[in-house]
């Protein structure tokens, strides 16, 4: 019996689960609580996972640059839990997905969790020990969550240039309770959209002047998180207690030609730190030049509005326009890495 795995984009993979399988030896179920589960009775099978390594593509907003880094596996973990306990726990390289195919053997019938994680290791995780996954797994509400925590943030957020970006990619994600049943030789077909656990946002630096301009130092306001549930449970997934905190990078020397363009990209986890009315926006930027600085003022400015948190897998484009020694206008939208567009007022 054979599963496959399909690999498409933006949303890179389709797994396939096929249907020879046989009855395992006690109730399965996952990590959530279900209803009207069916019971299997003990056999277990081969999987076969294929993965074609196919073209990247990308948006017109992501440059050729960066598609690469965003879109590769580096390795891909596939976890499989029955009654809440791990039957299944194997890891694929690089090189192991580029023929093609894998085989994982004693997949067992019936209701049964499968979770899938690429590139864990940009999230400082290695889950060989299937204990180190179980220890991540919090209860919320009626359910389990897989969380991570980073409360210094050493792993985001993080810049394109950061050497941590090509070394281990962008972390992916996707979870679903599926029932394996016997089948009489055709396969069992499973949609997997594997998708980015982190958000980007795109500082895209347009200089209108006809000189070029140096880029000294960079502020971003207070909603850099330092949590993350790895899996989507919902649209925007953030962790309640979650704690934020505002990021600044000093020292930088970003030359901009004039007429010029130039982006400054930066990872980091969904954020939701906009919860009351009152405050100001935290969704802010600022930045100084070599000819002057440029208070923060907010890039996200409309309380539960269009857009007032960073949801994963999105792309938040920051255009900024400097037409004068003095005068910097900013609008941002957003992508599927849906589209939103909001206008923000002069930024002298």
Partial sequence: MKAYIKRYLPHPFSLLLPAALAWAASLLAGCTD??????????????TLHVPMADIRSTHTTDEEYKAAEEKINTLRILVFSQDKPVINKQFKEADLSGGSVTIEGVPVGTVDIYAVANEAALGKDYSDM?????????????KKALVMDEHRTHFPKRFTEQEIAQHGLPMSWHRDVQIIPSDGTSQTIEVELERSVAKLNVIMNNTLSHPITITSM??????????YLFREQTLDVPDDTEYDVQNYESLSVEIG????????LYIYPSYAWTDASKNSPYTIGFTTSTAPYDAIPFINEYGGALNSIARNKQVNIHATLSSEAN????????????????VPPFN
């Fill in 34 to 47: 279900r209803v009207d589960e069916w019971i299997p009775d003990g056999r277990t099978a081969s999987v």
């Fill in 131 to 143: 204990a180190d996954f179980e220890d991540n797994l919090v209860q919320v509400g009626n359910t």
């Fill in 219 to 228: 502020t971003f306001g207070e909603f850099f998180g330092d949590r993350l």
């Fill in 258 to 265: 004039g007429y010029g363009s130039k982006t400054l990209a």
């Fill in 328 to 343: 910097l206008t900013l609008k941002f939208e957003v992508k599927d890495w849906d589209t939103e567009e909001i206008t």
